[in-house]
């Protein structure tokens, strides 16, 4: 029965870059029964393993018959769609073949590479080099705000305010920037 959850967590490793059939109050869609996702084409590379796994009833499309692929997977969909697996293989004990399970296997050792990687930040083909120089920038002018504060001891109160405001204003959107950096490196976009 172990393999039953190593397989659901590969799968939903494997489609996490789709979201599934979830609506706005949490509940689950029936399967796209219409044909597979109208706004995934035929010659995408995923097309073939989303076409399997609508098939089961694993994933399913959003009202429309859309897929979203581009949309993150988030914890909600996930389960429901680990949950769906599990009532799939235990639906159908016998679709699950020896050479499936050395496949899968494979996989959760590939993937956990993978996490290994990206936890000790050694994810080679992501350049951090642009990142790391936007962040020494925003240290500097957290440092030079710091200096500012320091020389307006003589300013007038009304003046000071608006300094700070302007400078807090600079300093959120300088760290936004260096944490919307950091997410896009770490995903490697």
Same mark, same amino acid.
């Given at each position: 029965m172990p393999w039953v959850v190593l397989v659901a967590a590969l799968i939903a490793m494997a489609v996490g870059l789709g979201a599934i059939g979830q609506t706005g109050n949490g509940t689950a869609e029936p399967p796209n029964t219409g044909g597979l996702f109208t706004d995934v084409p035929r010659d995408h590379w995923a097309y073939e393993d989303l076409e399997y796994l609508a098939a089961r009833g694993i994933i399913t499309g959003l009202p429309?018959? @859309?897929?979203?692929?581009?949309?993150?997977?988030? *914890?909600?969909?996930? +389960?429901a769609m680990i949950a769906r697996a599990i009532k799939y293989m235990q639906s159908n004990p016998e679709s699950v073949t020896p050479e499936d399970l050395d496949v899968l296997k494979n996989l959760i050792f590939q993937v956990s590479d993978d996490v290994a990687a990206l936890q000790s930040g050694g994810v080679q083909g992501v350049n951090t080099t642009a990142l790391e120089a936007r962040v020494? *920038? @925003?240290?500097?002018? @957290? +440092? +030079?705000l710091g200096t500012q504060v320091g020389e307006l001891s003589g300013t007038s109160a009304a003046s000071l305010t608006k300094r700070v405001q302007a400078n807090f204003i600079i300093s959120l959107t300088a760290l936004l920037v260096g944490i919307i950096g950091v997410a896009l490196a770490t995903l490697g976009l």
């Open positions: 429309g018959g @859309v897929y979203n692929g581009d949309s993150p997977l988030d *914890r909600y969909s996930g +389960a020494g *920038r @925003v240290e500097q002018d @957290v +440092a +030079a």
